[in-house]
């Protein structure tokens, strides 16, 4: 397969991944706003706290869902390093936001959204693309 038809191949997986993403972002923002703004939780440590357990979510769905690849301990291994990865661009960014930016807290993490979504699906599609044979 040429690397032009390996990216399209993967492309059409982004509406699945999407959705996948969608649905544990809402599971995980709501849970963030909660315990930010009227639990009043630590910013960075809720916030990985969340992210922890979205990545099991997140990990099952686009397994099954999005690559359709089979569950293993190499490959879920492989993509909690692409999202522990992900969570560290996170906290990074998350620090910067509170330095620079006038927002309470509980909209931070709305802000570090974009960029980690397109550094885990980049790797992610790596990571969980299914065994052609």
């Known amino acids: 397969m040429t690397p032009a038809v390996a990216v399209g191949s993967r ?30 939780t630590p910013l960075v440590l809720t916030w990985v706290c969340v992210y922890a357990i979205a990545i099991n979510l997140s990990y099952l769905l686009n397994s099954l869902v999005t690559f359709q690849s089979a569950l293993s301990l190499r490959r879920m291994a492989l993509y909690y390093g692409v999202y522990l990865s992900s969570m560290g661009i996170g906290v990074v960014l998350l620090k910067v936001y509170r330095a620079l930016l006038p927002f309470e807290n509980w909209v931070l993490p709305l802000l570090v959204l974009p960029a980690t979504a397109l550094w885990n699906f980049g790797l992610s599609s790596v990571v969980l693309k299914k065994k052609v044979s």
Not at 12 to 39: C, D, E, Q, W
């Open 11 to 40: 492309l059409k997986r982004l509406p699945h991944f999407s959705l996948v993403g969608a649905t544990v972002t809402l599971v995980a923002t709501s849970t963030n706003i909660v315990l930010l703004k009227y639990v009043h």
